[in-house]
């Protein structure tokens, strides 16, 4: 199969409509970033790997970080995560307020993934350290870190966020103050890496025949599964469902414009 080329059309074919969407301004520093960056890298389990463009430009990470947490937060508790975290895909807009209140404050997408930052504070002496532990070992770059602006820009203007959070508080369903489980949400989603970071990292998902053991968070190659079954459902938004009819792979997309893919014991 010639990787490489399919790459390549793959960019001509995507090119006409590179005029269409917008940078997610609501984080204001995602709004000065240059919107016609593009990069693309494919790993096999097999080690090959083929890139075109930018694919060593990192950008920032967003919502994609949300299956290093569900990842680390599994590890940690097993499936008793699942009693505070729901499963489901939310089927509205990923930061739902409405869902979120009428479910009594078990979370689905964002909210789900502020609780799975909760939890994380409660297990771990040093969460943020030890999440960007974790995402260096995965994807190898000791370099990987939290963009302090762009999580203090969505700081900024974060209150869906913290309106979600502070819902979660009233439910009881987050243990720690509000103020720090946003912080640490935003930074994780600020964590920058680029296409071929982002594909070597996920190998680790894609390849659930090869001990899952990185940074101290290991997972059984089933939990591993589980989680490819998370981001099918999941892993794109109110679209999740389109995803999987017209591409079919899990994944997971951010609004910092990445998306990641996983075909298991395949590629990603
Ligand atoms: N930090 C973003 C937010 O919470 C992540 C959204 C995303 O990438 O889906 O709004």
Redesign the pocket.
């Known amino acids: 199969m010639d990787y490489q080329k399919i790459l390549e059309d793959i960019y001509k074919e995507i090119l006409p409509f590179a005029c269409e969407g917008a940078q ?1 301004d ?2 204001p520093a995602l709004a000065q970033i240059n919107p016609d960056q593009f990069g693309i890298c494919l790993k096999l389990v097999s080690g090959e790997e083929y890139s075109h463009m930018q694919a060593d430009t990192r950008f920032s ?6 299956v290093f947490a569900l990842a680390m937060g599994l590890a940690l508790k097993g499936e008793s995560l699942w009693d505070k975290v729901g499963k489901e895909p939310s089927g509205t807009a ?2 739902s307020l409405v869902q979120l209140e009428f479910e009594k404050g078990k979370p689905r ?2 909210a789900g ?1 502020i609780v799975v930052a909760d939890i994380l504070l409660s297990e771990l002496e040093d969460a943020e350290g030890e999440f960007l532990s974790f995402v260096r070992a995965l994807s190898g770059s000791d370099d990987i870190g939290y963009n302090m602006s762009v999580a203090l820009s ?1 700081r900024e203007k ?1 209150y ?2 913290a309106a979600i959070g502070n819902l979660l508080k009233y439910h009881g369903t987050i243990n720690n103050d509000i103020e720090r489980v946003l912080m640490f ?2 930074k ?3 964590v920058e890496m680029s296409c071929r970071e982002l594909s070597l990292a996920f190998l680790a998902f894609a390849n659930h025949r090869r001990k899952f053991d990185y940074a101290g968070i290991s997972l059984t190659a089933s939990q591993v599964k589980r989680i490819n079954a998370i981001m099918q459902t999941c892993g794109f ?1 109110d679209e999740a469902g389109e995803f999987a009819y017209f591409v079919g792979l899990p994944g997971k ?4 414009g990445g998306i990641v893919a996983i075909h298991p014991l395949q590629y990603v």
Do not use: D, P
């Open positions: 997610a609501y984080i990470i967003q919502s994609i970080a949300k990923f930061n997408i964002n993934a969505e974060g869906l966020n949400y935003f994780m989603c600020s938004y997309s951010g609004v910092g």
